[in-house]
């Protein structure tokens, strides 16, 4: 009798573990799948912004910037302390020469 109690207990056991197992698969599909969703939600808004089609990669553009864009940069730089007053004095005035040049 003693026995029999003790492989009942074995099997109420067994399927307690296999019940909390098979949840515990099913809320790691969920939790993997919430977070692919994300990252390719993230990835196509991402593609949305830059304006481009492309999926994974960031493309370097091969048109210089335009003199707007060079002058906000030298900015920066000077702002971040990346640059001397001489070297974006120097700069600056490359930048607008180019840029009188062009007109």
Partial sequence: MRTSFG???????AV????AFSA???????????????IQKRNEARTKARGGTHLGHDHIKSTELSDNRK??????????GLL??????????????????GL
């Fill in 7 to 13: 492989v009942i207990q074995f099997v109420i056991i």
């Fill in 24 to 38: 515990q698969m099913k809320t790691a599909k969920l939790k993997s799948k919430a977070h692919t969703q994300r």
């Fill in 71 to 80: 002058l906000e940069q030298l900015k920066a730089l000077k702002e971040a």
């Fill in 84 to 101: 001397t007053q001489e070297e974006f004095n120097t700069a600056w005035e490359k930048v607008m020469k180019k840029s009188a040049a």
């Fill in 16 to 19: 307690i573990l296999i019940v």
